[in-house]
T-cell receptor, first 115, second 115 residues
Framework: GDSVTQMEGPVTLSEEAFLTINCTYT??????LFWYVQYPGEGLQLLLK?????DKGSNKGFEATYRKETTSFHLEKGSVQVSDSAVYFC??????????????FGKGTKLSVIP | NAGVTQTPKFQVLKTGQSMTLQCAQD?????MSWYRQDPGMGLRLIHY???????DQGEVPNGYNVSRSTTEDFPLRLLSAAPSQTSVYFC??????????????FGPGTRLTVL
């Protein structure tokens, strides 16, 4: 079945450092890929998405590129802020043609940014 | 728009007690789902519904029941609570679209402790 593997955390960075959170996936079809963010005490929010190979999703300074050849969707940000401290989840939704109603999530990576 | 609302925010139960976690959305979304979030496990799908009167099991359905009598509401019932059900529960909703679901919107979560 489908699966998503994220780098394990926690990740601690200083403010203005470069961030990469690795995400790789396995899927039998043509998935759409997502990054969700969960701030402390809140539910998940969609951060960015990409629906086909070579698409780049971007939002709030975060970027991720859909790499079909390496089955990856790594999250990057050039300069993190304290307010980026959160848990980040990579997820996929596979296009089955018959209708797929489930997202498959990675285990999450906790990011802490210190001043 | 209130989005996805969940009640209660916190709950403590004794083993064997039953309770219902409430979830409501005001976006006229067809698809609704329940996840549980446990440390190091990411989000796991419990049950989902693609419309009023239609429900199906997710990855971890045992010990939980759901019903979908209206588009807006999707309650999750714990029949006989067990300590293994201590978790944070998230409800989510989205439009259903050709080939799958759209962006999922998450509620703020219910933190459940079973003693």
């Amino acid at each position: 079945g489908d699966s998503v593997t994220q780098m394990e955390g926690p990740v601690t960075l200083s403010e203005e450092a470069f961030l990469t959170i690795n995400c790789t996936y396995t899927a039998t079809g043509y998935p759409s890929l997502f990054w969700y963010v969960q701030y402390p005490g809140e539910g998940l929010q969609l951060l960015l998405k990409a629906t086909k190979a070579d698409d780049k999703g971007s939002n709030k300074g975060f970027e991720a590129t859909y790499r079909k050849e390496t089955t990856s969707f790594h999250l990057e940000k050039g300069s993190v802020q304290v307010s980026d401290s959160a848990v980040y989840f990579c997820a996929l939704r596979e296009y089955s043609g018959a209708g797929s109603y489930q997202l498959t999530f990675g285990k999450g990576t906790k990011l802490s940014v210190i001043p | 728009n209130a989005g996805v609302t969940q009640t209660p925010k916190f709950q403590v139960l004794k083993t064997g007690q039953s309770m219902t976690l409430q979830c409501a959305q005001d976006m006229n979304h067809e698809y609704m789902s329940w996840y549980r979030q446990d440390p190091g496990m990411g989000l796991r799908l419990i049950h989902y519904s693609v419309g009023a009167g239609i429900t199906d099991q997710g990855e971890v359905p045992n010990g939980y029941n759901v019903s979908r009598s209206t588009t807006e509401d999707f309650p999750l019932r714990l029949l006989s609570a067990a300590p293994s059900q201590t978790s944070v529960y998230f409800c989510a909703s989205s439009y259903a679209q050709r080939g799958g679901i759209g962006e999922q919107f998450f509620g703020p979560g219910t933190r459940l402790t079973v003693l």
